[in-house]
């Protein structure tokens, strides 16, 4: 591991930055007092700081150099909706928030590279530091974006890196192409006549339409889909009546689809109304079909990523790299970034729980789970890693 001196010496105060961070964590576009946190440090470092895009978010400009090249590095900011199990010291003291996604880690990792690139770094360009809101529950990414966060400044590419437990603690992986999938809801309700729940043929029952096309949407993946394509539909709700003599008179069915590229959603959606459709006329009932399309899929340009992969390979070393990572059907609205400038996403590993301190909760330490804790001794590999990235997008002369 080729870590940089200085952030080394500076990996107590990282640590002590995230977790302050971790005990007062805050929801989508509630960040007020950690975008404070982050402005006041990179206030006290001489960066140039802007504020209010996307409400609580903040951007930090670092130049050096005479090009005039921007890039851009991302790390999200907000909690989750979560009671925290964890007893440890540095547990929330927020009721029923949690950063169980170590946005808290991500944070103090591009301030620790913040504090170095501003006292030692060596490259030609400017860094435009983007720590963004709402990336769990409100689409900050698309808001930053619609509030002018690149007509305001301009980057050639955007990098974003998330840690990833079961991935060894330090490693990192990465793949060109989808590397998450999109996240869209649907829903299907279901109208029929309601009647006795003895009397069946006295109405048209939605709770058995519903049924039937819950059963039949599971077909879609399976039996329309190219097997190679990957994609999840997963119905998560089924809701319908009150009593139990009772057919009611309406139903509705809900859940999650994910995909990796856009041709499969579309296919998804079409077949969603037309398998809807169909059941419901067969069986003398209507429905009414919303498909929403709320986060596309996260996918990585080829030039960006294999300036990532080296930058990684110069902190981590080739075999800690996995280049073709296997793409997750988890969702990241780092995506919408992406979809307007060339970049990369990347995971670092978080281990698997063991650097967790006593008193960590009963349950693993994966994300979205009330045990899980950020292991803070990554915060210097991810530092490192912004930092090599910044020298090899904006070299000065050349880099190999």
Known sequence: MQLIPEILANHSEM??????LHTFPELSFEEIRTSDVVAQYLERLGIEVHRGLAKTGVVGILRRGTTGRMVGLRADMD???????????????????????????????????????????AFDGCVVFIFQPAEERGGGARVMIDDGLFANFPVEAVFGLHNWPGIPAGHFGVTEGPIMASSNEFRVDVRGIGSHAALPQNGRDPVFCT???????QGIVTRFKDPADTAVLSITHIQAGDAPNVVPDRAWLGGTVRALSRDVLDLIEMKTQQISQGIAQALECTVDVSFNRNCPATINTSAETRIAIKAMEAVAGPSNVTANVAPTMGSEDFAHMLNVKPGCYAFIGNGNGDAREFG????PCVLHNASYDFNDDILPVGSTYWVRLVERFLPIGDII
């Open 79 to 121: 909690a989750l909706p979560i009671e925290e199990l964890n007893t440890f010291p540095h547990r929330s003291l927020n009721f029923g928030k949690m950063h169980a996604c170590g946005h808290d880690g991500h944070t103090a990792m591009l301030l620790g590279a913040a504090r170095y690139l501003s006292e030692h770094g």
């Open 211 to 217: 049924i039937q096309i819950a059963n039949a949407l």
């Open 15 to 20: 640590s002590q930055l995230r977790r302050d």
């Open 360 to 363: 960590h909760g009963p349950g």
